[in-house]
């Protein structure tokens, strides 16, 4: 089992910047992948950004290419996800996940989810 934890969201305005952070604990979290999704109200739960257990190589959507960034630190189970020049449709409950087998974009793929964070980005 693997547990998550995100943190760091909150109310921005559009240009802004947020870090989410994940921490995890349970089994060894240098072995999963790890990926961010994001869910906005009527709407589906989206890929954001992913990454390899070791680090690399990345993915992201392409509606954040360019203003987020993806980073893990092994050492202190910790994934991040830095979020730069926030814009309205950014708005949404931001989840951290989990997978043994690196399938980026896929919700269905991941074994293991936290229960969310919020970030509500205004104009």
């Known amino acids: 089992q693997v547990q998550l934890v995100e943190s760091g969201g909150g109310l921005v305005q559009a240009g802004g910047s947020l870090r989410l952070s994940c921490v995890a604990s349970?089994?060894?979290?240098?072995?999963?992948?790890m990926g961010w999704f994001r869910q906005a109200p009527g709407k589906e739960r989206e890929f954001v950004a992913a990454?390899?257990?070791?680090?690399?190589?990345?993915h992201y959507a392409d509606s954040v290419k360019g203003r987020f960034t993806i980073s893990r630190n092994n050492a202190k189970n910790t994934v991040y996800l830095q979020m730069n020049s926030l814009k309205p449709e950014d708005t949404a409950v931001y989840y951290c996940?989990?997978?043994?087998?690196?399938?980026?974009?896929?919700?269905?793929?991941?074994?293991?989810w936290g229960r969310g964070t919020h970030v509500t980005v205004y104009s």
């Open positions: 996940a989990a997978q043994l087998n690196y399938a980026p974009g896929r919700v269905s793929e991941y074994d293991y």
């Open positions: 990454m390899t257990y070791s680090g690399g190589p990345t």
């Open positions: 349970g089994r060894s979290f240098s072995s999963y992948a």
